[in-house]
């Protein structure tokens, strides 16, 4: 239970995948135009990632070491393909908001990292929670840069109206808002890290498989 | 041919990959440290997504729709893709050792470059012809190549900046992507 606990906290919190580790960006920035969209991506990618590291640390024995990564990609498109099929029959809406965003779950980083440096290491019950605990803070980032664009694009809320129409500035609901917004999330996050005395920010190198190092010990600066 | 040419402009400039679609952006903001290395990713990313749309799109049509197996195209799709982007290494280092040597570390970074499996996806979706879906991932792996070198050429300048320090790293290339975003808006009205 005590372990259960410690891998949401450090999903959440301490190793926060879009946050701290700067996985997953594409999602993060391209279905976060309401606070509902980003909910949704956030649960989305949640299920799929409980899903897959649940098969991949009950299989973690039988894989074969050389063809781990294939496997792996196997896995994750299965689960996102049944996610998306799940999705279309019993949430249309969430479907069509998300549109191309779905199927593009199997490459995000996040989820291959996990599997790699965690689910194929450890036991099912805490890779459960492992995935559970990521997924979550990886919502919990969605939802975030959701609620600001919703709020300063179109004025709403969850579709409720807190800003009146007149003053609602809409470049952040476009794409350049998502960038604005989670730069200034970044800045921010770097400033309570400097009152911390810890380094600012880097983000990956674009080499997702580098990653997956990343997860385990996300000081360790990657050359490209 | 004035179809093929709306197309590639569409989706070189008005629907830029990266700065309106946000696909691809692990490589755009990470290996855009230098014009060099910048263009270095912009050609492989160009050369693998041609040959992926290419091939997607052939067994999309060829194998998986009189199969009545289209379901199975998100698995289908990443696995050709991966196994394309090592299959192509090979035959670089083999054939043509010079381009290896420029594009060689960029092409394993790509498998995993959200934009091809996007690019692929978005071709079935559109119900592309074998013809325009080449032209369409031609056009979209231009566009990366603009957006990329572009940001790569404005990230040497601000290096030098003097920059407020919680915006120094990732934020202040996020601030310069979205500025990029708002120039590229302009392009909305041109088809």
Do not use: H, W
């Amino acid at each position: 239970m005590k372990r259960a606990l410690e891998r949401l906290y450090n999903g959440i919190i301490k190793e926060n995948p879009t946050f701290v580790l700067m996985l997953g960006m594409c999602p993060t920035l391209a279905t976060t135009t309401s606070l509902m969209n980003g909910i949704g991506m956030g649960l989305t990618t949640t299920l799929v990632l409980v899903l897959s590291n649940v098969v991949i640390a009950a299989l973690r024995n039988l894989i074969p070491n050389g063809v781990r990564v294939p496997a792996y990609i196997v896995i994750v498109a299965t689960m996102v393909t049944i996610v998306q099929f799940l999705l279309e029959a019993y949430l249309p809406s969430i479907n069509d908001a998300l549109g191309i965003y779905i199927p593009l779950i199997v490459v995000n980083c996040i989820i291959l990292g996990r599997a790699e440096s965690y689910a194929s290491k450890n036991p099912v019950i805490p890779s459960l929670f492992d995935g559970l605990g990521m997924g979550l803070g990886f919502t919990v980032a969605l939802s975030l840069l959701g609620a600001f664009r919703e709020l300063l694009g179109a004025g709403t809320v969850l579709g409720y109206r807190i800003i009146p129409e007149n003053f609602s500035i809409s470049i952040f609901v476009l794409a350049p808002g998502a960038f604005f917004v989670l730069a200034c999330l970044v800045a921010a996050q770097n400033k309570i890290r400097a009152a911390k005395g810890k380094k600012p920010q880097e983000g990956c190198n674009g080499d997702c498989g580098g990653c997956t190092s990343r997860c385990g010990n996300p000081k360790e600066e990657v050359e490209a | 041919m004035k179809e093929l040419l709306l197309i590639a402009v569409g989706s070189a400039l008005v629907n830029n990959v990266v700065l309106s679609q946000f696909l691809g952006l692990c490589p755009f903001l990470g290996v855009s440290k230098k014009t060099s290395t910048a263009a270095g990713m912009g050609a492989a990313v160009i050369f693998v997504i041609t040959i992926a749309s290419a091939c997607t799109s052939l067994i999309y049509t060829g194998i998986l729709v009189p199969l009545d197996l289209t379901y199975l195209q998100t698995i289908v799709f990443i696995l050709v893709i991966a196994a394309l982007v090592q299959f192509v290494e090979m035959v670089l280092k083999k054939m043509v050792p010079s381009l290896y040597r420029a594009l060689g570390v960029y092409l394993p970074l790509i498998t995993t470059n959200c934009a091809v499996l996007g690019v692929a996806i978005l071709n079935v979706q559109k119900e592309y012809t074998l013809l325009k879906s080449v032209v369409n991932g031609l056009g979209t792996a231009v566009g990366f190549t603009i957006a990329i070198v572009i940001l790569a050429g404005i990230r040497e300048r601000i290096e030098y900046n003097d920059i407020a320090p919680s915006f120094k790293g990732m934020p202040i290339v996020l601030v310069t992507a979205g500025l990029m975003a708002i120039a590229f808006m302009g392009f909305a009205g041109v088809i």
